[in-house]
């Protein structure tokens, strides 16, 4: 039973973090840590695996993420963060494409030095408020105008969780625009394949030498597995009971919190 | 101007012991009454002009409604075949945006006599449904909407009714509405409309954020508008009439034609409004029948559908 959790753990070289909902909750001020996640981090970076984050998160730069967590005393930098924005761009600028950018305002900074004139094609974030009914419009104006209309959607998820409930994300809005034009929008970040394959290549390492542990069962989880990682979800964040029940993707594991994941990890290493 | 001859006929006729061998259902949103020409009933070379505009007033904006000029309104009544042939008749809708008693004041002001009772939209099917499950929505629908909502309780909702209603597509009501869904309140779409025309251009509808919701909450709304089989056997239920006694007639051969075949009625399709060429190829069953325009359709429904017995 090698293959079962905890005890594949004895293979794996990497671990990759899912960050909102793992790491902390988000929320008015910025959220707080979940308890016991500082601590997990600390101990699984001073133990032989690497580690790496993997964030969906598109309402900051990625600078400013970090730094947040920085300060809510999270030991982590950025260059171990991998998240949509920073691969979006790399994508506009390989195919020459303007984008029209409906994102979070606080996002904007990543698309400096992208041409946005004359936009050939669309890109959405989790823009929260700005997801307005005339910017929703904007973007649908543009894509209907193109001959070939090319949507990319950082991320594809349903929701998240922050301080005060739920919270619609940005795959509501990208099946919004599907619907509306047609289409099949490109997804850049979790659980797009060339996303998680970036940061195995950044560790050096193989699929099934990898271990991802986040909160939503589908794009984390299932996401990972479909790439040849191991999936673990942890019963934080948005985690709902149901979720242990869902009629396609089964998790390896399923723990309380993240520091219980650790425990587990750090356990079966040692024997 | 049709419907005003309409109803004058039934009620001027003898009495109400028709025998309702066949029931008409017309669309007046997207109107089958544009471009009518030279026809055969006298009664539709009225409705023309007076329906193109209520088109436009739906889709576009009350502004630019032009002063209306019944001409032929005091023709002869006797010429209404189709009120004189003893069918009873109910005008179908997907509206989402406006009320009964506002479609019913400007058909008024049109002079049409109209009754209420005839006319059957996307918004009384929700109300209908609303009802029959016994539960209190939040009204994503816009304020003219309301007024066919009224009595129904609303507040600590348990349900989600969407129409179109641009006011209400932020990310905080769309949060509401989502929030109440996963927690098992039905989504009710009043149609799933991908978008419309506005006079600045297209616009998104409902559908895309039903969609949204739809995913974000990986359930299924129940539309409730056309092209619905629930949709025609409300609309046909207070007459008694089974759908295979009925016969709709539209511009729109999937929403119309299509939906209404699919319940059992016969469609007639018609070549004005929004129709297209080759529309009628691109449902199957095909149409009963295309025709150029309304009048031709009454024409052969008089001629070869009704029981003359």
């Known amino acids: 039973?090698?293959?079962?959790?905890?005890?594949?753990?004895?293979?794996?070289?990497?671990?990759?973090?899912?960050?909102?909902?793992?790491?902390?909750?988000?929320?008015?001020?910025?959220?707080?840590?979940?308890?016991?996640?500082?601590?997990?981090?600390?101990?699984?970076?001073?133990?032989?695996?690497?580690?790496?984050?993997?964030?969906?998160?598109?309402?900051?730069?990625?600078?400013?993420?970090?730094?947040?967590?920085?300060?809510?005393?999270?030991?982590?930098?950025?260059?171990?963060?991998?998240?949509?924005?920073?691969?979006?761009?790399?994508?506009?600028?390989?195919?020459?494409?303007?984008?029209?950018?409906?994102?979070?305002?606080?996002?904007?900074?990543?698309?400096?030095?992208?041409?946005?004139?004359?936009?050939?094609?669309?890109?959405?974030?989790?823009?929260?408020?700005?997801?307005?009914?005339?910017?929703?419009?904007?973007?649908?104006?543009?894509?209907?105008?193109?001959?070939?209309?090319?949507?990319?959607?950082?991320?594809?998820?349903?929701?998240?969780?922050?301080?005060?409930?739920?919270?619609?994300?940005?795959?509501?809005?990208?099946?919004?625009?599907?619907?509306?034009?047609?289409?099949?929008?490109?997804?850049?970040?979790?659980?797009?394949?060339?996303?998680?394959?970036?940061?195995?290549?950044?560790?050096?390492?193989?699929?099934h030498e990898a271990l991802m542990i986040g909160d939503d069962l589908v794009n984390d989880v299932g996401g990972a597995q479909r790439c040849g990682m191991k999936g673990l979800q942890v019963r934080t964040g948005k985690y709902r009971p149901s979720d242990e029940t869902h009629p396609t993707v089964t998790a390896d594991g399923y723990v309380d919190n993240l520091a219980c994941a650790v425990d587990a990890i750090l356990e079966h290493r040692r024997v | 101007m049709l419907l005003g001859f309409i109803v004058g006929v039934l009620n001027n006729g003898d009495g109400c012991s028709y025998t309702r061998r066949?029931?008409?259902?017309?669309?007046?949103?997207?109107?089958?009454?544009?471009?009518?020409?030279?026809?055969?009933?006298?009664?539709?070379?009225?409705?023309?002009?007076?329906?193109?505009?209520?088109?436009?007033?739906?889709?576009?904006?009350?502004?630019?409604?032009?002063?209306?000029?019944p001409v032929v309104l005091r023709k002869d009544p006797s010429k209404f075949l189709l009120r004189r042939a003893k069918v009873a008749v109910k005008f179908v809708t997907n509206t989402t945006k406006e009320c009964k008693r506002t479609l019913l004041e400007r058909l008024r002001c049109l002079s049409f006599d109209i009754e209420e009772r005839e006319i059957f939209t996307s918004l009384t099917a929700a109300r209908n449904l609303l009802e029959l499950k016994d539960v209190r929505p939040l009204l994503l629908v816009e304020d003219s909407a309301r007024e066919d909502f009224?009595?129904?309780?609303?507040?600590?909702?348990?349900?989600?009714?969407?129409?179109?209603?641009?006011?209400?597509?932020?990310?905080?009501?769309?949060?509401?509405?989502?929030?109440?869904?996963?927690?098992?309140?039905?989504?009710?779409?009043?149609?799933?409309?991908?978008?419309?025309?506005?006079?600045?251009?297209?616009?998104?509808?409902?559908?895309?954020?039903?969609?949204?919701?739809?995913?974000s909450t990986d359930t299924q709304a129940t539309v409730v508008g056309k092209p619905e089989k629930t949709f025609?056997?409300?609309?046909?239920?207070?007459?008694?009439?089974?759908?295979?006694?009925a016969v709709m007639i539209g511009d729109d051969a999937r929403d119309d034609v299509g939906g209404a075949q699919n319940t059992g009625m016969l469609g007639i399709l018609v070549k004005t409004g929004k129709y297209r060429a080759g529309d009628e190829g691109k449902i199957n069953p095909p149409p009963h029948l295309t025709c150029e325009s309304f009048p031709e359709a009454v024409n052969h429904i008089l001629q070869h559908l009704l029981d003359t017995k």
């Open chain 1, 1 to 207: 039973m090698a293959d079962q959790w905890p005890e594949c753990v004895s293979r794996v070289k990497g671990v990759i973090l899912d960050m909102c909902g793992v790491l902390y909750d988000s929320g008015e001020g910025g959220g707080v840590p979940i308890e016991g996640s500082v601590e997990a981090v600390r101990r699984l970076k001073s133990s032989d695996l690497q580690l790496r984050f993997c964030t969906n998160e598109t309402q900051a730069t990625r600078e400013k993420f970090v730094a947040k967590l920085q300060r809510m005393g999270f030991d982590i930098d950025v260059r171990e963060v991998f998240s949509p924005a920073p691969a979006v761009v790399s994508v506009l600028k390989e195919r020459c494409l303007r984008p029209h950018l409906l994102v979070h305002d606080d996002l904007l900074p990543e698309f400096d030095g992208v041409d946005k004139s004359d936009p050939n094609c669309v890109v959405i974030g989790d823009a929260a408020d700005n997801f307005s009914y005339q910017n929703m419009n904007a973007a649908f104006h543009v894509l209907i105008s193109l001959d070939k209309p090319l949507l990319f959607s950082m991320g594809r998820g349903r929701y998240y969780k922050e301080t005060d409930g739920l919270k619609l994300d940005v795959g509501v809005y990208m099946k919004a625009l599907e619907y509306a034009c047609d289409l099949e929008a490109e997804v850049v970040g979790k659980p797009a394949p060339m996303f998680f394959q970036s940061v195995l290549n950044d560790m050096g390492i193989q699929p």
């Open chain 2, 232 to 245: 025609f056997l409300e609309a046909l239920r207070d007459l008694n009439c089974s759908p295979e006694e």
């Open chain 2, 150 to 215: 009224a009595g129904i309780e609303t507040t600590d909702p348990n349900a989600v009714v969407i129409g179109l209603a641009p006011d209400h597509f932020n990310y905080e009501m769309l949060n509401k509405a989502f929030r109440l869904i996963l927690d098992g309140a039905p989504l009710i779409a009043i149609h799933k409309a991908r978008y419309y025309k506005r006079k600045d251009g297209l616009a998104l509808g409902p559908g895309p954020f039903v969609t949204g919701l739809e995913y």
């Open chain 2, 22 to 69: 066949f029931l008409i259902v017309f669309v007046f949103f997207p109107s089958v009454f544009s471009r009518c020409c030279s026809p055969p009933v006298q009664l539709v070379a009225v409705t023309q002009q007076a329906l193109v505009r209520q088109k436009q007033v739906n889709t576009k904006s009350q502004e630019e409604e032009e002063p209306n000029k």
